[in-house]
Structures are given as C-alpha cells and as structure tokens.
C-alpha cells in the first residue's frame, strides 16, 4: 500500500504546474489525501486537502492554505483513482518538495489529525 507521486519540475513565475497522486494497493477515491509541502529550512506544512469521496457523483470536499488559496486546487479523477494538485500563478516562495498522504481511513474528511501513509515526494522549483 503506497502512494505514487508524478509531475513537478522547474517553472518560472507565473506559470503552471498539475502534481499527480495515485495509489498502489488501495482506491483512492476513498480516502482523504492532504497535500503538503517543505520549503528548505522550513516546516512541512499542508496546503490542502480533498476529503474521501462517499459516491460515484461526489469528488469530496476541499481545503487549502491561505498561502495557496484561489492559485491552487485539488481534484480527484474518479475513473483513474488520482487525486491532482493543480497549481497556478506559481511563485519563488512555493519552491519546496511537494507531498500527498492520506491517514489510511476510509471515508474520511479533512482535515486528518495524522498522515501515515506518504508518496515519494516531487520537486516543485519555481525560477526565471
């Protein structure tokens, strides 16, 4: 049971950038799955979550941090069992290494208290 992380890269400010979580050994539309971050020097901090999906017609709810909010969002393909983090309006300051997770509970809501299952992790820089 694991999480499996794509996408990021290098972009210049301004720009955009779609991370890509899916599971191994698990449906993913299920579960809560938080995204993260950690900037060098800095604390990992959660920028938002999409709560566990609990039908076909409901992708579940979402929150973020004020720090992302109205440039990032978090959506779930229910076919694929993915959960995306589209980001916009990218910044130097978002530059950090980009986490998904999710407490392992099924149907839960965010925000989780704990995470205890984690992907692999993706460099997010952010550079002219």
């Known amino acids: 049971v694991k999480l499996v992380q794509s996408g990021g890269g290098l972009v210049q400010p301004g720009g955009s950038l779609r991370l890509s979580c899916a599971a191994s050994?698990?449906?993913?539309?299920?579960?809560?799955i938080g995204w993260f971050r950690q900037a060098p020097g800095k604390e990992r901090e959660l920028i938002s979550c999409?709560?566990?999906?609990?039908?076909?017609?409901?992708?579940?709810?979402?929150i973020y941090a004020d720090s992302v909010k109205g440039r990032f969002s978090v959506s779930r393909d229910m076919v694929k069992y993915i959960v995306y983090l589209q980001m916009s309006n990218l910044e130097p300051t978002d530059t950090a290494v980009y986490y998904c997770?999710?407490?392992?509970?099924?149907?839960?809501?965010?925000?989780?208290?704990?995470?205890?299952?984690w992907g692999q992790g993706v460099q997010v820089t952010v550079s002219p």
């Open positions: 997770a999710t407490d392992g509970l099924v149907y839960g809501t965010c925000p989780r208290a704990e995470y205890e299952i």
């Open positions: 050994g698990f449906p993913l539309n299920y579960y809560a």
């Open positions: 999409i709560s566990a999906s609990d039908n076909e017609k409901s992708v579940g709810d979402t």
